[in-house]
């Protein structure tokens, strides 16, 4: 069985259950005590993790952190229809690996900034906050055009693809960082169509959509 | 659904504080567990800018930044000027701005066999009462806090009797049906209430315990007003609990927690208006309508919007 090192409000942690669950893989949870324990820093959880951070996957042996490298992992491995990491459409691919470096950026923002405001995060809130505005002004606008298109996701296609995962929780919590979401309708859009995928879960903060029309 | 109507950023600077009631109180800056010994911490308390720690000897400081400003994360200065009053009480640093009484006692946190634990202190860009006027609410937990503290269809809160003893705001008779009432429960449970508000700004509930029927567990929630609009939450738990990890009784109260951050957020105004017809209770709201009755006796005006004529 899959086991995740997984604290409850990460973000980090929230995208690799997401994306286990929208795969219907069964997985256990190893709660740490990310905070206010820092037990992500303990010797005991470097042996585990020698950089000393959360989410840490253990696949029947297979230990891999990094919440993005773990989306590349699960969906690969997991994912028959080789539609969520689109490894059969270099075009394609390229795409979600340049939306997945996108997500570094988001998460470095917007989700910097809720770290600030909920746990006291030392970094300067003004410029986070800005450099979230920047990158969701830009993701609203591409939204905006692929709803023109009749499309629904991030990447080219029908089908959602890991870098959505990567980037819902750092706009869905955005405004936990003081960053509003109301100038960015198609951003409040899209999160609602991921939200209506089927065995999408839930994370603290983030609240399920109603089923729509 | 919700949505995000947040009427201005949350900023990290306030207007200090000129109410006497705010002032005149005891409040919470941070746990002691988190502190590192000998080193600078930075906060603000009712929009003034303090610098605090605990020092190699285990003792606490408090000093306001504007007599001595020191980078966080600087050696903690032995005798700063302009010292404030400090406690240290329930693993919660406490100081104050003004001439309080007593901070309100909790006995069960000395009882050996109680886990004391800070769960965690957490930002909230709202007022106090509101985060305290949350806390005493019942009606919400099916809804937001499905499939833990309630489940829909059973919704209904049943009568309670709400009492002022003793210049305490005390609930008592609440009762609800809870699918999973704490981190050690099996099963669903009928569970019983009682809420206590002995501070402006803070809480204590005490409900059923899955271990032992004869007594309560014990939640505080401490809100420290960094501005009207800006608190941290700073949550106790007190609880009889032989299983449960440190970890999984933390996990489970910062999930509950995380679930009504965005709902507090989204209440506009987010301070708490005194006036009785500013916002419509119903009858499970009891417990809110003598809390803020309270408040306006006691004249607070800081995270309130005071009734117009001054009255409750």
Redesign the interface.
Same mark, same amino acid.
């Given at each position: 069985m899959i086991k995740l090192y997984d604290?409850?409000?990460s973000v980090n942690c929230y995208k690799a259950r997401l994306l286990m669950s929208l795969l219907d893989v069964a997985f256990e949870l190893v709660? !740490?005590?990310f905070?206010?324990?820092w037990?992500h820093k303990t010797e005991e959880f470097k042996r585990i993790n020698p950089l000393g951070h959360i989410p840490v996957l253990d696949d029947d042996g297979f230990v891999l952190w990094d919440a993005h490298a773990i989306l590349v992992y699960l969906a690969t491995r997991y994912d028959t229809s080789r539609q969520w990491y689109p490894v059969d459409d270099p075009q394609l691919l390229g795409r979600t690996a340049s939306w997945m470096l996108f997500a570094e950026g988001t998460t470095n923002t917007a989700s910097a900034a809720r770290l600030h !405001?909920?746990?006291?995060y030392?970094f300067e809130?003004e410029s986070v906050?800005a450099g979230a505005h920047r990158l969701f002004r830009y993701l609203d606008e591409h939204l905006w055009f692929t709803e023109r298109e009749g499309r629904c996701w991030v990447c080219p296609g029908d089908h959602p693809t890991i870098a959505d995962i990567a980037l819902f929780p750092d706009v869905a919590l955005a405004?936990?960082g003081?960053i509003?979401?109301?100038d960015y309708p198609a951003l409040?859009r899209w999160c609602d169509r991921i939200k209506r995928l089927p065995r999408f879960v839930v994370?603290?903060?983030i609240?399920p959509?109603?089923p729509g029309r | 659904m919700w949505s995000n109507s947040s009427t201005r950023p949350i900023v990290d600077s306030f207007e200090r504080c000129t109410d006497p009631v705010a002032l005149n109180q005891w409040h919470p800056l941070s746990a002691v567990a988190e502190l590192r010994r000998g080193v600078t911490y930075q906060t603000l308390l009712l929009g003034e800018p303090l610098g605090y720690g605990i020092d190699d000897a285990g003792e606490p400081v408090v000093w306001p930044a504007k007599a001595l400003h020191l980078p966080a994360g600087s050696p903690l200065p032995a005798t700063p000027p302009a010292g404030l009053p400090t406690q240290v009480s329930y693993g919660y640093l406490w100081t104050t701005l003004g001439d309080p009484q007593p901070l309100f006692a909790i006995p069960e946190a000395d009882e050996p066999d109680r886990r004391v634990l800070n769960a965690a202190t957490i930002g909230i860009a709202t007022s106090a009462p509101r985060a305290v006027e949350n806390f005493l609410d019942m009606g919400h937990f099916p809804f937001v806090h499905a499939g833990v503290l309630g489940a829909e269809p059973h919704t209904e809160v049943v009568d309670y009797r709400v009492d002022v003893v003793d210049g305490e705001v005390w609930a008592t008779g609440c009762r609800f049906p809870q699918p999973k009432a704490a981190p050690g429960s099996s099963a669903s449970a009928m569970t019983d209430y009682t809420y206590r508000v002995p501070h402006p700004y803070c809480t204590i509930l005490y409900k059923s315990c899955p271990f032992d029927e004869s007594r309560r567990d014990v939640i505080g929630l401490f809100l420290q007003p960094m501005g009207e609009e800006a608190v941290r939450a700073n949550m106790l738990l007190c609880v009889v609990d032989p299983i449960s990890t440190d970890t999984e009784i933390r996990r489970f109260q910062l999930g509950i927690f995380s679930q009504d951050k965005p709902i507090l957020e989204n209440q506009v105004p987010r301070r708490l208006p005194l006036s009785p017809i500013a916002e419509t209770p119903i009858r499970a709201d009891k417990s809110a309508i003598a809390y803020r009755r309270w408040l306006s006796e006691m004249g607070l005006t800081y995270g309130v919007i005071p009734a117009a004529d001054g009255a409750a």
């Open positions: 604290f409850e409000l709660p !740490v005590d905070y206010p324990g037990e !405001v909920n746990l006291g030392d809130i906050r405004p936990e003081g509003d979401l109301l409040r994370m603290g903060g609240f959509a109603s | -």
